[in-house]
């Protein structure tokens, strides 16, 4: 069973345009959604994370949006550049299980000059 | 500040062979995790270690099993491998005690079972 699913599976955006990736969890108990980026050959590296107490967060031009009732959270990534061209991963985990972290099937991003 | 290394990098073993993963931990760090991630997939949880003792398992077979040592550091092993054991092996370590959300990854172990 898939705890976290996540969509689409690949995307392609013109470089200036926003990416968009969305995750959604069955799960109510989770309470820490972290975005993870992989680069080929490398392992993933965490991006930005959200609480479920906070409906958005904005590191630079990477932003989280957490709707807690309609148990979904995105990823945006404005501005999108080709060096943002990577796999990323949205994860959930427990707090009491100790960091188990359940992850989506990724999310293949181009970026095209 | 080092990061996590992982070793070796690429393996390619014989279906029904043994094959020993060894991480070393972020400086700091005292929690050790082992994901598996197949082509195309998430990393999928195989467990944890917290001094040095296994703390939560995912849905892996014992055949799957692990050591963390006394400076953090850990080891996965595989028996009797199988050809869907082929994957790419992530250790991940963090701080548990403040900041329970932290993990740093390595750069994995690309098992290849022939």
């Known amino acids: 069973q898939q705890q976290v699913k996540q969509s689409p599976q690949s995307l392609i955006v013109q470089k200036g345009g926003i990416s968009i990736i969305n995750c959604a969890y069955e799960?109510?108990?989770?309470?820490?959604f972290p975005w993870y980026q992989q680069f080929p050959g490398k392992g993933p590296a965490l991006l930005i994370a959200i609480r479920p107490d906070v409906s958005e967060k904005k590191e630079g031009r990477f932003t989280i949006s957490f709707n807690k009732s309609a148990k979904q959270f995105s990823l945006h990534i404005m501005d999108s550049q080709p060096g943002d061209s990577a796999t990323y991963f949205c994860a959930a985990s427990f707090h009491y299980t100790g960091n188990q972290f359940y992850f989506g099937t990724g999310t293949s991003l181009t970026v095209i000059p | 500040e080092t990061g996590v290394t992982q070793s070796p990098t690429h393996l390619i073993k014989t279906r029904g062979q043994q094959v020993t993963l060894r991480c070393s931990s972020q400086?700091?760090?005292?929690?050790v995790s082992w994901y598996q991630q197949a082509l195309g997939q998430g990393p999928q949880f195989i467990f944890q270690y917290y001094r040095e003792e296994e703390n939560g398992r995912g849905n892996f077979p014992p055949r799957f099993s692990g050591l963390q040592f006394p400076n953090y550091s850990s080891e996965l092993n595989v028996n009797a491998l199988e050809l869907d054991d082929s994957a790419l092996y992530l250790c991940?370590?963090?701080?548990?005690?403040?900041?329970?959300?932290?993990?740093?990854f390595g750069s994995g172990t690309r098992l290849t079972v022939v």
């Open positions: 799960n109510t108990a989770f309470d820490y």
């Open positions: 991940a370590s963090s701080f548990r005690g403040r900041n329970n959300y932290g993990y740093t």
């Open positions: 400086s700091g760090h005292n929690t």
